[in-house]
């Protein structure tokens, strides 16, 4: 069965560092998401892409994050200069419907430990 | 903007019990809604959806749903939990016409003491 696949699994990184997370989308999909869930809260929604541009960001999207499509097959979130309150569980999704039925297809996350 | 909110954080059941595991949701037009599961260590995986249709909705492993319009509600039940039952529940909504991503509720761990 395809599925999303997301490196790496985990990463402790200094504040103030950059940091890319990457993610493979399930290959015939169309629509790619980030969303994020910091320890003990809710799954909160980042960003949404499609058709090599964001259709959509959350105020948590700020300047600092940037996603990209750099190959046809990865699906990137870089955060430019992390901070303390990025450290989270970062999940990508992809969809072959997009926002339209809103059922996604999720990977396992990329836990993200900044000191 | 659309919101949900999931009743309880933790629930601790014996196995063989019941289970209803709550979910209200805030959006004033038509609502897709989800239930989706994270096992310990997994991804979040899709257990059941309610698009139209029979408000009533079937999931895998034994998972039921009702949507309750009128009362904005989706609940998630079974009727008898297992130990493999263990994982965190999130409730998610996306309103049609409304922003592009799910709004999931805070999710609910639950524990299934053997």
């Known amino acids: 069965e395809p599925e999303v696949t997301q490196t790496p699994s985990h990463q402790v990184t200094q504040m103030g560092q950059e940091v890319i997370l990457r993610c493979v989308p399930i290959s015939n999909h169309l629509y790619f998401y980030w969303y994020r869930q910091i320890l003990g809260q809710k799954v909160e929604f980042l960003v949404s892409f499609y058709n090599n541009e964001i259709s959509e960001k959350s105020e948590i999207f700020d300047d600092q994050f940037s996603v990209e499509r750099p190959d046809g097959s990865n699906f990137t979130l870089k955060i430019r200069s992390t901070k303390l309150e990025d450290s989270a569980m970062y999940f990508c999704?992809?969809?072959?419907?997009?926002?339209?039925?809103?059922?996604?297809?999720f990977g396992e996350g990329s836990r993200l430990t900044v000191l | 903007a659309q919101s949900v909110s999931q009743h309880n954080h933790h629930v601790i059941l014996s196995e063989a019990a019941s289970l209803e595991l709550g979910c209200n949701y805030s959006y004033g037009g038509t609502v897709n809604l989800f239930w989706y599961v994270q096992y310990p260590g997994q991804h979040l995986q899709l257990l059941l959806k309610y698009f139209s249709g029979d408000p009533l909705v079937k999931g895998i492993k034994g998972f039921e749903a009702e949507f309750i319009k009128s009362k904005f509600s989706f609940n998630l039940r079974k009727p008898s939990v297992q130990w493999s039952d263990t994982a965190e529940y999130f409730c998610?909504?996306?309103?049609?016409?409304?922003?592009?991503?799910?709004?999931f509720g805070k999710g609910t761990h639950l524990i299934i003491q053997p």
């Open positions: 999704a992809s969809s072959p419907a997009g926002g339209r039925t809103g059922e996604l297809f």
């Open positions: 998610a909504v996306k309103g049609l016409g409304g922003a592009d991503g799910l709004t």
